[in-house]
Nanobody, 115 residues
């Protein structure tokens, strides 16, 4: 079982930046892909960004050009750098680690963007 722990959320003004961290309990190379999702109350969890074992990244259209997913292999950590934040980015952000057939989720970290 893979354990992931998110950190780095908080309150920021619109236009500001935050960096979220997702620390995995095992080597990132033992995980097929790691994703960042977000969820607001009453809505489905949506995929924000992902990074595969090979380093390929993918982003939701709503965050392209503003968010960057990256990883530190030595630290078993994946990051989500969020720039030019908007109030609509307010959500609980979750990290997910894919090791088929399982997906392991963290507890989430709250990001609030004030206007």
């Amino acid at each position: 079982q893979v354990h992931v722990v998110e950190s780095g959320g908080g309150l920021v003004q619109a236009g500001g930046s935050l960096r979220l961290s997702c620390a995995a309990s095992e080597s990132i190379f033992s995980i097929n892909a790691m994703d960042w999702y977000r969820q607001v109350p009453g809505k489905q969890r949506e995929l924000v960004a992902s990074i595969t074992y090979g380093g390929t990244t993918n982003y939701a259209d709503s965050v392209k050009g503003r968010f960057t997913i990256s990883r530190d292999i030595a630290e078993n950590t994946v990051y989500l750098r969020m720039n030019s934040l908007k109030p609509e980015d307010t959500a609980v952000y979750y990290c997910a680690a894919h090791r088929p057939p399982f997906v392991y989720w963290g507890q989430g970290t709250q990001v609030t963007v004030s206007s």
